[in-house]
């Protein structure tokens, strides 16, 4: 099964520390989406990345987190400096182009200390 | 304006009943997507149907159909013949080109509940 995979499931940290999230396309995608899901809502878009490059970063909050999409590898979110209100589920999607149909990975649950 | 809206937090049905589920869209892109996916208590995102806006027919997939009213700017999913294993958490989705990819927008949710 070659899915969206992200890891890990659930990650658990304290406040001020910092947490890597990571997410590894369906084989052959290049196109990668990244959401996240605070308690009892929808998902909400944060951030758009093509190989080595961030195309649409608009929900993105402006400070403590940023993506990336590396030539080799996974893509990475990472949120520096932890608060108790970046606790959520995190989910990845990937697509073969930009206009294609975006398949979801299983998601990453962080919760904040 | 929210660009979808579940105005239902949570619904009941009795097991084997149909269940309507609500959601508007608001848009004004003539061509986009409107999805539905159904989030169990294990959290993964499961895809159920797909509409698209010049789509003549609605959408069905086994028991789910999607009604789609395009002046109404409605895509209510319906399950027919519901199973306890369909209580879950149900979200409306769009999708919509913008200049250099499509977006994604969800709504907030239902959560549904099948009794025995």
């Known amino acids: 099964n070659a899915g969206v995979m992200q890891n890990p499931r659930h990650l658990v940290r304290r406040r001020g520390q910092e947490a890597r999230l990571r997410c590894s396309p369906v084989k052959g995608h290049s196109h990668v989406y990244w959401y996240r899901q605070l308690p009892e809502e929808g998902l909400k878009f944060m951030v758009y990345l093509q190989k080595e490059n961030i195309i649409d970063e608009s929900g993105m909050p402006k400070e403590r987190f940023s993506a990336e999409f590396p030539k080799e590898g996974p893509s990475i979110l990472r949120i520096q400096q932890v608060v108790r209100g970046d606790s959520a589920a995190y989910f990845c999607?990937?697509?073969?182009?930009?206009?294609?149909?975006?398949?979801f990975g299983p998601g990453t649950r962080l919760t904040v200390l | 304006a929210q660009k979808i809206t579940q105005t239902q937090p949570g619904m009941f049905v009795q097991e084997k009943e149909a269940v309507t589920l609500d959601c508007t869209y608001d848009t004004s892109d003539p061509s986009y997507g409107l999805f539905w996916y159904k989030q169990p208590s294990s959290g993964e995102m499961i895809f159920l149907i797909y509409?698209?806006?010049?789509?003549?027919q609605n959408a069905t997939e086994g028991r789910y159909s999607l009604n789609f009213q395009k002046a109404r700017k409605s895509a209510n999913l319906v399950i027919s013949a519901s199973q306890l294993g369909d209580s879950a958490m149900y979200f409306c989705a769009m999708r919509e080109p913008r200049y250099n990819f499509n977006k994604f927008y969800f709504g907030s949710g239902t959560k549904l509940n099948v009794k025995p």
């Open positions: 999607a990937s697509s073969l182009s930009s206009y294609n149909e975006q398949f």
């Open positions: 509409q698209g806006s010049y789509d003549q």
